[in-house]
C-alpha cells in the first residue's frame, strides 16, 4: 500500500522557515517523479517544485530563489526548504509521488500559514 505523509507545516511569521518533509512508503521511491503542490482557499491546487529521479529540479516563478527541493533516496523522503516565506505562500501543501499516469499518489497536506 502506498503511502506518502508530510510533516513540518505549521504558523511562521513573514520572513521566516519552514522545512517540510514526505517520507514515502509501498514505492519505489528512487524512480519516482517527486513534486511539492499547494492549495490556498478559493484556488486550484498548483505545481511548486519538482524533482525527477535523476534529480533534476524546477519550481514555480514565485518561488525560485526562496524554496529548494530535495530528495533522499536512503530516507525515501523528499524535502521542501522555504525560505523568505511571505502571507501568499499560506496555503496546504501537499506531496506528490509520480512514476506514470497508473502510478500518481498523494498525501494528506501540511497547512502552512504565513500572517499578513
Known amino acids: 500500500q502506498v503511502q506518502l505523509v508530510e510533516s513540518g507545516g505549521g504558523l511562521v511569521q513573514a520572513g521566516g522557515s519552514l522545512r517540510l518533509s514526505c517520507v514515502a512508503s509501498?514505492?519505489?521511491?528512487?524512480?519516482?517523479?517527486m513534486g511539492w503542490y499547494r492549495q490556498a482557499p478559493g484556488k486550484q491546487r498548483e505545481l511548486v517544485a519538482g524533482?525527477?529521479?535523476?534529480?533534476?529540479?524546477n519550481y514555480q516563478d514565485s518561488v525560485k530563489g526562496r524554496f529548494t527541493i530535495s530528495r533522499d533516496n536512503v530516507k525515501n523522503t523528499v524535502y521542501l526548504q522555504m525560505n523568505s516565506l511571505k502571507p501568499e505562500d499560506t496555503a496546504v501543501y501537499y506531496c506528490?509521488?509520480?512514476?506514470?499516469?497508473?502510478?500518481?499518489?498523494w498525501g494528506q497536506g501540511t497547512q502552512v500559514t504565513v500572517p499578513s
Open positions: 506528490n509521488a509520480q512514476y506514470s499516469i497508473r502510478h500518481d499518489y
Open positions: 509501498g514505492v519505489s521511491f528512487s524512480i519516482f517523479t
Open positions: 524533482i525527477t529521479s535523476g534529480g533534476t529540479t
